[in-house]
């Protein structure tokens, strides 16, 4: 029993390892490597057909504001289609999307009710069954699109090998307080760093679901997202992989987003992403080792991606482990502190918004006195610890039981 | 005793790294989002244009020319205000300059931010910093602009002349060998010259006869030549083919004489287009461009783009009708 336990603790090591390399290797090319250019140079008038989807469930506080913004957009106003999907929304939402849709024929909403699967997937789907165009771009309703970003976003489907594109997210929200705070620190070190390097190395850059898009005739035809899936935009990235299409990852496409406010919300949407994301995994993790349209590089990032919000459980269990065998006196304490150690050390250099990664993309941002709240992202990973496992181990029961997840919304604060 | 000082420095050193980050959360001072440009629009003749709005109020109004003003634009500026202007060889006007008829530039003359209402002709040898011209300009051999021109008419560059980092024209650019530039936008930019016939090339291999993959040329279903091209390794198009869709490499795109493209080239690497080939959509390499002689990229009344993340040379007779960007540096043959 003792060497059973004792092979998993190293084996839990080994894995911290791996992802602290892998973060290493990421911050390394970002700092010194050849930075791999996206396409939002080029200028081409002859723009493709571009529909943008905005999912929306009680959206009245920010409703108005993406829809101005995407009326705003410097595009061709022949070639742009907008369809909120409001998906059962029981407040003023759909007055508001009539009272757009009456003055601009280009909004065509979608008013989803009565019985039917409901959830962002879901919406996605009857949302692609009339749009108009092959180019389908994607925006939270709490985003706030620049003017330029439908082109810049379009223009990546020139490349034929493109089947999702991806922007940056960036929190308008930093000054409302100390979770803001870190969330743009990590915000900054995901984009800036992880997702650029993925891309300038030819890995798994991730399509997020929003500031971003794909090519409808691709996902209609494997029939859609799935509605039951709560991560579509981490099932819709797999997919694409797998059949050797690419996601391209645009960093200089920047689009505010409101982050979390409340500790609560962000713990609710951590949990249904790694829900999410852990379904994922089950989904796609043999697909990916053998997949005959990846590189080698490739499927060993996209296993890595896969298998990033298992960690913290796979943590929480080590460190549990090991205290249980001191406690009954099976190992010393020698071996004890020595995977406390190695834990200090992953949290330090190896989970998914560790210090060093956050802090180069802080640099490269010209970031100043926020880089001082480093440390205390330490505190968002015992906190992101505890939402990722619970999420985890929602999958797992999702995987063994057969239960269906329902899709939660994350709340609003805009005023 | 002992025990209580090193837990109490335990606990300093505990909380020493959290202690800058303290007086941020209490005073913050980096607080706001980090800044999206949404006014951002992609001119290429933003540099021009912003220079002709800031000048024109101070025009308004002018005493007797020439005239001297002291302005306030970022900081104090001295604008000098000609009707038509000469500098004469090798002096320099350290001044902002707007000239209100035609300029001439003398061998080796120097100048520095300057608004040109007609034509203007740039010396030979002569440095300019940056050029904002209503008319024609011309650039003589040698000549060089530090920063940008943008030009209302068409710009013409002779041999051995440098266009700086941005070069802007509404009408066309033509470029003569030994051109050197970063980004240009005209419509077209061109190669003055003939184009040059490569001798007749013997050597033929099933390379120049059949569709050949060394490695992963992966052909969608049903492929004819309107598919486009997507190939994890180099692509090889012989001379005279006809591609409808685009072609996208993973490594460098080599096309041979008179191929036309209907779509676009996109490559990881490097690209070379053959001679008198044909482009009617975008060129976007991360490595090289190699525009051979004659050849076209673009088509009339459709603005594209030729990107190079590396170097671009442009041959004889070759054209771009839009952007030609070349983030290393541009030389014309």
Not at chain 1, 100 to 123: H, S, T
Not at chain 2, 136 to 161: M, P
Request: proline share 6%; aromatic share 8%.
């Amino acid at each position: 029993m003792a060497v059973a336990l004792t092979v998993w603790m190293i084996a839990i090591v080994v894995v911290m390892i791996i992802y602290a390399g892998r973060h290493w290797v990421l911050t390394l090319n970002r700092l010194l490597g050849h930075q791999r250019p996206y396409m939002q140079d080029i200028i081409d008038e002859d723009l493709p057909g571009v529909t943008v989807l905005v999912p929306m469930h009680n959206e009245e506080q920010v409703a108005d504001g993406v829809l101005t913004a995407l009326l705003a957009q410097d595009y061709p106003a022949d070639r742009l289609e907008i369809i909120p999907i409001d998906d059962h929304s029981t407040d003023r939402t759909q007055k508001i999307l009539e009272s757009y849709a009456v003055r601009n024929p280009r909004i065509r909403p979608i008013y989803r009710r009565g019985e039917g699967a409901r959830g962002k997937p879901a919406g996605l789907n009857e949302a692609l069954g009339i749009a108009g165009n092959e180019v389908i771009l994607v925006f939270d309703a709490d985003y706030q699109p620049p003017p330029d970003i439908v082109r810049e976003l379009a223009l990546a489907f020139l490349d034929p090998e493109v089947g999702a594109v991806m922007g940056r997210v960036v929190p308008s929200n930093t000054a409302s307080g100390f979770l803001a705070r870190l969330l743009d620190l990590e915000r900054s070190g995901g984009y800036q760093v992880d997702q650029q390097a993925r891309y300038s190395m030819n890995l798994v850059p991730q399509y997020g679901g929003t500031v971003g898009g794909f090519r409808r005739s691709v996902v209609l035809s494997w029939g859609g997202f799935d509605p039951y899936v709560l991560a579509e935009d981490t099932d819709l990235t797999f997919r694409l992989l797998v059949r050797g299409w690419r996601v391209a990852y645009a960093n200089k496409v920047e689009c505010y987003e409101e982050a979390p406010q409340t500790w609560d919300a962000r713990f609710r949407q951590l949990r249904r992403w790694a829900r999410g994301h852990t379904q994922t995994m089950f989904r796609h993790w043999r697909r990916v080792l053998t997949s005959p349209n990846m590189t080698p590089a490739q499927r060993v990032d996209g296993m890595l991606l896969l298998g990033i919000y298992m960690i913290p459980p796979l943590i929480l269990t080590g460190l549990g482990l090991s205290l249980a065998l001191f406690i009954t006196g099976t190992i010393p304490l020698a071996a004890t502190l020595l995977l406390s150690f190695f834990a200090v050390g992953y949290n330090a250099f190896g989970n998914f918004a560790p210090f060093y990664q956050v802090g180069t993309a802080g640099v490269l941002d010209g970031m100043r006195e926020r880089l001082f709240l480093l440390p205390y992202l330490f505190f968002m990973f015992l906190f992101n610890s505890w939402a990722v496992t619970l999420g985890a181990f929602d999958a797992v029961v999702d995987v063994l039981g057969g239960r269906v997840p329902t899709w939660e919304k994350t709340a609003r604060f805009r005023q | 005793m002992k025990v209580a000082i090193l837990v109490g420095l335990g606990a300093l050193l505990l909380a020493l790294p959290f202690l800058p980050g303290l007086r941020e959360l209490r005073q913050p001072k980096d607080a706001e989002p980090i800044r999206i440009d949404e006014s951002f629009t992609r001119d290429p003749r933003f540099f021009g244009n912003s220079l002709r709005e800031k000048l024109a109020p101070f025009l308004e109004g002018l005493p007797e020319l020439p005239a001297r003003l002291a302005i306030e634009l970022r900081r104090p500026e001295t604008l000098a205000v000609y009707a038509d202007l000469r500098v004469p060889e090798g002096a320099h006007e350290d001044a902002l300059v707007v000239a209100l008829g035609v300029a001439v530039l003398e061998r080796g003359a120097r100048l520095d931010e300057t608004w040109i209402r007609g034509d203007a002709d740039v010396g030979p040898g002569a440095h300019v910093r940056a050029l904002a011209c209503d008319g024609q300009a011309t650039l003589r051999e040698g000549a060089r602009i530090l920063r940008w021109i943008d030009v209302e008419g068409h710009l013409l560059a002779e041999a051995g002349s440098d266009l700086g980092l941005s070069a802007s024209a509404a009408g066309a650019v033509r470029l003569s060998p030994g051109c050197a530039f970063r980004r240009i936008w005209g419509r077209p930019v061109f190669v003055r010259g003939e184009a040059v016939r490569p001798a007749p090339d013997e050597r033929l291999t099933i390379e120049d006869e059949v569709v050949w993959g060394r490695t992963r040329l992966s052909l969608p279903p049903g492929f004819h030549l309107e598919k486009d091209v997507v190939a994890l390794t180099e692509v090889r198009i012989g001379r005279g083919a006809v591609l409808s869709g685009t072609i996208k490499a993973h490594g460098p795109i080599v096309l041979g004489e008179g191929v036309r493209v209907r779509g676009h080239l996109i490559s990881r690497k490097r690209i070379e287009i053959g001679s008198g080939a044909r482009i009617f959509g975008n060129v976007f390499a991360e490595g090289d461009v190699d525009i051979g002689s004659g050849a076209h990229v673009g088509r009339k009344g459709g603005t594209k783009t030729v990107y190079s993340g590396g170097r671009v040379r442009i041959g004889p007779g070759a054209a771009v009708l839009g952007w030609l960007i070349a983030e290393r540096g541009g030389h014309v043959e």
